[in-house]
Nanobody, 122 residues
Framework: QVQLVESGGGSVQAGESLRLSCAAS????????VAWFRQAPGKEREGVAA????????YYADSVKGRFTISRDNAKNTVYLQMNNLTPEDTAMYYC???????????????WGQGTRVTVSS
């Protein structure tokens, strides 16, 4: 049973925007932290942003503050990541995850999607 499905990745130029979507099953979405992580080739998985679906309270890594916005639509059990002013350093596989906390620690998240690739060229 697929519980998290990401979409919206693609290839863009530096300075452009993308919006990622994470569609979740109700059991993992409801009253839970849902987060976005990313992993670039040869690098460790990095927490990007998280949202507590009940309240909408959001948390961000310093590297994306002011450029990325996480939001959720409780009617659709979907979490979004709006990414603006993208740079080549944002190139990575982006994963949606659920079940952890606001500290954006990958080991704390128990349910993961398959990922969607984002490529930013200069």
């Amino acid at each position: 049973q697929v519980q998290l499905v990401e979409s919206g990745g693609g290839s863009v130029q530096a300075g452009e925007s993308l919006r990622l979507s994470c569609a979740a099953s109700g059991s993992v979405y409801r009253n839970n932290y849902v987060a976005w992580f990313r992993q670039a080739p040869g690098k460790e998985r990095e927490g990007v942003a998280a949202v507590y679906t009940y309240t909408g309270e959001s948390y961000y890594a310093d590297s994306v503050k002011g450029r990325f916005t996480i939001s959720r639509d409780n009617a659709k059990n979907t979490v979004y990541l709006q990414m603006n002013n993208l740079t080549p350093e944002d190139t990575a596989m982006y994963y949606c995850a659920a079940g952890g906390g606001p500290q954006l620690l990958a080991y704390a998240y128990v349910t993961w999607g398959q990922g969607t690739r984002v490529t930013v060229s200069s």
